[in-house]
């Protein structure tokens, strides 16, 4: 097939010199061989947490902007929080916007538009259709990032995301950045969670994948570029990872089941988030509905969910020693009884002692709970 | 306004090089060489200057599907050289030759079948990696020893990808695209069906 007179071996010295130029800057290059977890702070447990703490408000609405969903949050300086949403006339729609708040410990301030299809379209120079899923996260040197979801053409499953930082809490942020994150069109990477953070300032971005098959990926993210990923292919139809870590190479993850196993998904590593397992139920009913987690000071893991098959509308925590088998805690929102409503799209962050849920209310409003171990300790609820 | 970085020049070039390279390959029959380039060259800084909506041509076209690899760009640069005439009839800049079919059809298939989650293998974080460059460049001498301009298309797409040209930090993304392999795939199927009598031009090199 390759036989002929003119193919004979010949490598021409312009061919070599490129080889090389490509070549060279490897020798440079440093890559990390191991992720290294970097582990939340740890807050002792003082006396004043000893009394239940539990305060619930509502995020200002936006006018004009109906439809809510999808809230996320970080922890500021000061124990301030910020926190996006996105909102619109309805999921989807073109008039959908990225939109955050500031909660300074008593109110949150009046929404500003962070994001919208007309300026990611300015800013990532390229076409856009519809914003979603905003993610929001620190990182080591103080920055803030915001990962959002866009769509050029299709639905959700047509996703790629796009990329912000701010070096000023939050107040100015640089132009969006495109991710490439998957080689197909770059499209259907989506967004939901907090990432794992690493000790050498990268992180790890909770990611998932829509288009054919439905399943997880860690994306590798140094200020606004992919550099690595991992993917938890043998993972179909889970979705939207929520993780944490348990010390600097072991990491868990709880995932949406949008398969016929309608339970909460469960993975983990052990090599800071390079391979993970393949995913095992967990004893948590899913209606197709995102989870979040966190590690609480004493070693428990915190889950929160919609425990049913059925729907959305009972938001629930429950606690977990091993991550596999969860307890039932207390109800959130709603009641264990079907109905049409939706507490769903759990967010949640802790802090200084205290641990903040925001969550999707009806679509009409982000909601957000202040409550503390203690509270968590003194509910005796039982799941029907 | 925000200043356009390298990487969003690059990517817009290159919507506006496929958008300027189409337009004079379909005049190749008709018109001289410097007619095709004159007019390849208003439809490139059309693309680039004309705002629909607020938004170049090129900037729309990159949302649809994205940047070009750097393989789809001299491709297309080819496609510019291909004479008016040439008795290679259908061949669009040999992107059915047996090189193409093993060196970048064969591989895309598999990228995309673990990208898209039928086979459990993460092969596209592979292209984050030192060794997987090492292994292109290997294969890039072994082409171009053997003669195929295939060998300069993985050096080129390795070059760029060490200076960063597109937004991607993944070498495959600078190697092949999705409407490469597509139209490249579509191409060869279209080339098998016909009758053998009208492949005479099949496997002969035009390098």
């Known amino acids: 097939m390759f036989a002929s007179s003119r193919r004979a071996w010949r490598i021409r010295p312009l061919f070599l010199l490129l080889l090389v130029c490509g070549l060279a800057p490897l020798l440079w290059r440093q890559e990390t061989q191991t992720n290294q977890l970097a582990l939340p702070a740890h807050f002792p447990f003082s006396p004043e947490q000893r009394m239940a703490t539990y305060r ?36 989807g729609a073109a008039d959908v916007a990225i939109w955050s708040s500031r909660f300074d410990g008593v109110s949150w301030s009046t929404p500003q538009k962070l994001a919208d299809r007309h300026s990611t379209m300015q800013q990532t120079q390229r076409y856009v259709r519809k914003v979603g899923n905003p993610v929001l996260y620190s990182s080591s040197d103080g920055a803030l990032h915001l990962v959002y979801v866009s769509v050029s053409v299709g639905g959700w499953a047509g996703s790629a995301l796009n990329h912000r930082i701010s070096y000023d809490q939050g107040k100015t942020w640089q132009p969006a950045q495109r991710l490439i994150s998957s080689p197909f069109f770059n499209i259907s990477t989506l967004a939901r969670a907090q990432p794992l953070a690493l000790n050498d300032g990268r992180v790890l971005l909770p990611a998932y994948h829509e288009f054919v098959n439905k399943y997880p990926q860690f994306l590798l993210l140094d200020k606004g570029t992919v550099q690595g990923s991992s993917a938890v292919l043998r993972a179909v ?80 925590a429950f606690l977990s020693d091993n991550g596999e088998q969860f307890e039932f805690v207390r109800s959130l929102a709603g009641s264990s009884t079907p109905s049409g409503d939706e507490f769903s799209y759990p967010y949640l962050l802790q802090h200084n002692g205290v641990i903040d849920l925001l969550y999707t209310w009806q679509r009409k409003e982000i909601r957000h709970v202040r409550f503390n171990r203690a509270w968590l300790q003194a509910g005796k609820e039982t799941l029907p | 306004m925000n200043p356009l970085s390298l990487t969003d020049a690059v990517g817009l070039a290159g919507q506006a090089w496929l958008l300027a390279a189409l337009s004079s390959y379909g005049l190749r029959q008709h018109s001289p060489v410097v007619v095709r380039f004159g007019i390849g060259l208003v439809v490139f800084l059309l693309a680039l200057s004309l705002p629909i909506a607020g938004l170049s041509i090129a900037a729309w076209l990159r949302g649809l599907w994205g940047d070009l690899s750097i393989s789809s760009m001299l491709v297309l640069l080819f496609l510019q050289r291909q004479p008016p005439r040439d008795h290679y009839q259908g061949e669009i800049a040999g992107l059915t030759r047996p090189e193409w079919l093993i060196g970048l059809l064969l591989p895309a298939l598999v990228l995309y079948s673990s990208a ?9 974080s592979l292209g984050y990696q030192t060794p997987f460059a090492i292994a292109v460049a290997v294969v890039a001498l072994l082409w171009h020893s053997l003669g195929y301009r295939l060998g300069w298309y993985l050096v080129c797409g390795l070059i760029a990808w060490q200076l960063g040209l597109l937004e991607s930090q993944n070498l495959w993304d600078y190697l092949f695209d999705a409407g490469l392999i597509l139209v490249g795939a579509g191409h060869s199927l279209y080339r098998w069906w016909r009758p053998l009598s009208q492949r005479h031009a099949y496997g002969r090199g035009w390098l």
Request: no cysteine.
């Open chain 2, 116 to 124: 898209l989650g039928f086979v459990p293998w993460d092969g596209y």
């Open chain 1, 237 to 316: 139809d889970t979705l939207q990872p929520a993780p944490l870590a348990l010390n600097g190479q072991q990491a868990m993850a709880w995932l949406r089941s949008s398969g016929e196993t309608r339970k909460v998904q469960f993975v983990s590593s052990s090599d800071g988030g390079k391979k993970w397992t393949a995913p095992q139920a967990t004893n948590v009913e899913n209606p197709n509905a995102a989870v979040a987690s966190v590690r609480l000071d004493d070693g428990k893991i915190l889950l929160l969910a919609n425990p049913s098959t059925g729907g959305r509308y009972h938001l629930a």
């Open chain 1, 56 to 91: 619930e408000t509502s995020l200002p609405t936006v006018s004009g902007s109906p439809s809510v969903h999808a809230a996320s949050a970080v922890a500021l300086e000061g124990g301030q929080l910020l926190a996006v949403w996105f909102a619109g006339s309805r999921e």
